[in-house]
Nanobody, 115 residues
Framework: QVQLVESGGGLVQPGGSLRLSCVASGSSASVNAMGWYRQAPGKQREWVATIQSGGSPYYTHYVKGRFTIPRDYVLNTVYLQMNSLKPEDTAVYYC?????????WGQGTQVTVSS
């Protein structure tokens, strides 16, 4: 089973930037994709971004043009680079990875966008 450890969350002002990290370890299984979901208070968990094994990124329209999802294959890490942050981006962000054995989830990290 893949273990995912997230970091990088915190408090940032509107218009600011934040970079989340998610490190995968504990498995030699082939990783097909990695990505991020988020869950705001009172809302269902929603998909944010995915990067496929070949490197192709995909984003929800809510963050397209503001977020990017770089991936480091050597460090087994996926990032979420968040720019031009808005208060509505406030949520707990969860990373995931898909392997041939199934999906694994990170523990979540809080992102708060507020002045």
């Amino acid at each position: 089973q893949v273990q995912l450890v997230e970091s990088g969350g915190g408090l940032v002002q509107p218009g600011g930037s934040l970079r989340l990290s998610c490190v995968a370890s504990g498995s030699s299984a082939s990783v097909n994709a990695m990505g991020w979901y988020r869950q705001a208070p009172g809302k269902q968990r929603e998909w944010v971004a995915t990067i496929q094994s070949g490197g192709s990124p995909y984003y929800t329209h809510y963050v397209k043009g503001r977020f990017t999802i770089p991936r480091d294959y050597v460090l087994n890490t996926v990032y979420l680079q968040m720019n031009s942050l808005k208060p509505e981006d406030t949520a707990v962000y969860y990373c995931f990875t898909d392997t041939t054995f199934g999906r694994s989830w990170g523990q979540g990290t809080q992102v708060t966008v507020s002045s």
